[in-house]
Structure formats: structure tokens, C-alpha cells
């Protein structure tokens, strides 16, 4: 893994941290600065996570056309590294912000 993998990582941690704290606008820098860092990525479980935590963020954030941009992107990612779990993640995510009860259905059964 690269300093712009670890990069990316541990500003999704702070993402993550901050929103759990309520702190909204520090957790949307921190969101965006790992969606940043891994644009320009070869694909990896690392882009896969990131584009997926990013996603479900911006899905929470009712950021919804945004989440499902980026959630197709994490999704076919996803399934191109085989990663199921991450799969399931961004098709609820997807059916959440403005998609079809098929896509949360497809995930829910896919993380069976």
C-alpha cells in the first residue's frame, strides 16, 4: 500500500470520526480530501472502500445524485476486485439516496 493509499485511509478515518462527533463540515473536508487522493488510483480495496465510505457519506449528507455517481464508480470496482461486502455496501447506499428497493434488496442479499 502507498502513502496516498495510507493518505486517503486516514483521512476517511477523520471523516468518519468527525461525523460521529456532529461535525459536519470537518468531516465533508476530510471526505473530500481522501475522494481526492484516490482519483487518480490504480484500482485496490483501498479506492473500493474510500469511493464506497464516500458514497454512504454523501448519501447521509442527502448529497444524493453526488452518492450515486460515486457509488457507481465504487460498484464497479467492486465487482471487478471481487469484493462482496463493499458490493452490498453501495448497492443499499444507492437504493437509499433516490434508487430502487431492488438495489437495497440486491445488497441486503448479497451480504447474506
Do not use: C
Request: glycine content about 8%; overall charge negative.
Amino acid at each position: 500500500m502507498g502513502d496516498s493509499e495510507h493518505a486517503a485511509e486516514a483521512e476517511m478515518a477523520l471523516s468518519r470520526l468527525n461525523w460521529s462527533r456532529g461535525a459536519g463540515s470537518e468531516s465533508a473536508t476530510h471526505r473530500e480530501r481522501a475522494l481526492e487522493l484516490v482519483t487518480s488510483q490504480e484500482p485496490s480495496r483501498t479506492k473500493a472502500y474510500v469511493l464506497a465510505e464516500g458514497s454512504r457519506q454523501l448519501m447521509l449528507a442527502f448529497e444524493w445524485d453526488r452518492a450515486r455517481a460515486i457509488g457507481r464508480e465504487a460498484l464497479a470496482l467492486a465487482e471487478s476486485l471481487g469484493l462482496d461486502r463493499f458490493r452490498a455496501s453501495v448497492l443499499i447506499t444507492m437504493g437509499t439516496a433516490g434508487g430502487t428497493a431492488n438495489e437495497i434488496e440486491q445488497g441486503l442479499e448479497i451480504a447474506k
